[in-house]
């Protein structure tokens, strides 16, 4: 079983949590006051159809209501997806996200892995058509990759999107932290200009917005595909908060632009940090970063009441890599003082 980030449940005294990849500027105020206001209809049933919420998702997206569906978190709707679609052979990159393999052996499928490659920094590479050819159902990839942070090339995305759909192989795309990286307008502009009918692009509010206890995930794809998963979800599957606060969410548009912009920045600030005490830290373009060192940081920072997350249980990885979160400034600085303690040997 893969573990997770922002583990406070079994590690008590943390004091700072980097081990958990949400949105460092917080939930917005008005997702806060949607959340208080949904406390006064705990009595009411939310909106099986969701109406209000797709229809706002949808003008966000700029498609169709019939084009969107929404789940428990983003880690439903794969199970929802691989339910439907009773692959045999999914196929996956490595190291990724446990929540794929997870869903894989839920559904019975037998899964195909394809190994990232260090020496390129863990980017996807032409290479993945190998994998392709190898005979899956479904290849599910992620742009940006958890826990490398590499966003897949545009002209490559392409290139594979084009190589599944001449193969019949469908694709589920994990976005949730697209909407923090530089390149969205770019990925988003690349997807409007297409016409794939093979592709499922799975998201949450979870990590954009800080918001991971209201658990709201969305998916978009053709109207045949939505159609044929929805006959596949639990009535009822989310609940008024996560209702609530979804549509809030969608009047902050201004947050998600300010938030890439302070990323970029204190992204840049923690690389700098710890290149400059000897790690390797990977190129990542999310709020998050890996890195890979011989130091035992992650048990001397739990002693400092620091929660990093360790990598050791994701595949192709191991002991001496972890993913570290993007906080604001001052977090940030605590967190490089204490692991330059370390290097220190302090």
Known sequence: MQYHGGDVYRNKDIRLDFSVNTNPLGAPPRILEAAREAAELVEQYPDPRQEELKNRLADTLVCEPEEVL????????????????????????????????YAAQAAGAELVEYPLKEKNGYLLDDEVSTMIDSGIDMLIIATPNNPTGRTIPIP?????LKHCQRKNVLVVIDECFMALCDMNDDYEDFFFKSTFDNVIRVSALT?????????LGYLRAPKKITERIATHQSEWNISIFAEKCGIAAMDEGDYLIRSRAFLRTERGFVQSGLLGMGMVVFPGEANFLMIKTDEPIYDKLLEKGILIRSLKDFDGLGDGYYRIAIKDRPKNMQLLAAVQEIVNGK
């Not at 679609?85 to 996200?97: A, D, E, H, L, N």
């Not at 490559?156 to 594979?160: A, S």
């Not at 990590?207 to 658990?215: D, Q, T």
């Open 70 to 101: 929404v789940g428990n978190g983003a880690s439903e709707l794969f199970l929802d997806i691989v339910y439907t679609y009773r692959p045999k052979k999914i196929g996956i990159v490595t190291p990724s996200f446990g929540g794929y393999k």
């Open 156 to 160: 490559l995305l392409e290139k594979v």
């Open 207 to 215: 990590k954009s917005y800080a918001m991971p206890g209201v658990r």
